[in-house]
């Protein structure tokens, strides 16, 4: 099947700083890519839509400037969380879209100090 | 947009029993139903999914019945097993509206007692 993978799978950083999280589609091309985070205990809420070559939509609430997307090749899409605070430690899940079917990478849990 | 609720939030069964969860949705337009297994710390996995143009799909143990008329589908999974334990959601999207875009449920916490 589809593989999917990202990197980091988890970060602790201090609050302030900026942390890169890559999600890669590791036997396919993604042209879209999708970006959620899940709190502990809650479901996965979707952040923006990657799409390959242009920039990102967000959903309504998402700060862009705040979560940055980069989606430069048709295998890698990049979320940066700029100025890390506590309240932005969760569990950043990607997925890739293969015809109709998302798959999900590992996810990356972040912690913030 | 779209909203999905699901029920219940926990469920306990004795292993060998069905356990069956229900979710609803709001958006008729949406066409596609998938069903995701999550254990602890880890990715969902897809376990089913069914489309509009269909009203049930089995795959061994678990199977999936749409509504379409009342805007709701299930996850049956008979036979339960201890490995069954694992938090499930729901989801669904109008793949007719560009890219896919899944509104999950809010999860169900499934416990298999043995």
């Known amino acids: 099947g589809a593989v999917v993978s990202q990197h980091p799978s988890w970060v602790i950083c201090k609050s302030g700083t900026s942390v890169k999280i890559e999600c890669r589609s590791l036997d396919f091309q993604a042209t879209t890519m999708f970006w959620y985070r899940q709190f502990p205990k809650q479901s996965l809420m979707l952040m923006a839509t990657s799409n390959e070559g242009s920039k990102a939509t967000y959903e309504q609430g998402v700060e862009k400037d705040k979560f940055l997307i980069n989606h430069a090749s048709l295998t890698l899409s990049t979320l940066t969380v700029t100025s890390a605070h506590p309240e932005d430690s969760s569990f950043y899940i990607c997925?890739?879209?293969?015809?109709?079917?998302?798959?999900f990478g590992p996810g990356t849990r972040l912690t913030v100090l | 947009g779209e909203n999905v609720e699901q029920h219940p939030s926990t469920l306990s069964v004795q292993e060998g029993d069905s356990a069956v969860i229900k979710c609803t949705y709001s958006?008729?337009?949406?066409?596609?139903f998938p069903w995701y297994k999550q254990e602890l710390g880890k990715r969902p996995q897809l376990i089913i999914d069914i489309r509009s143009n269909v009203g049930e799909k089995k795959d061994q143990r678990i199977a999936v019945t749409l509504n379409k008329t009342a805007k709701h589908f299930s996850l049956h999974i008979t036979e339960t097993q201890p490995e069954d334990s694992a938090v499930y959601f729901c989801a669904a999207s109008n793949g007719d509206q560009g890219a896919q875009k899944l509104v999950f449920g809010q999860g169900t916490r499934l416990t298999i007692n043995p």
């Open positions: 997925s890739a879209l293969l015809v109709y079917e998302q798959f």
């Open positions: 958006d008729s337009a949406s066409n596609y």
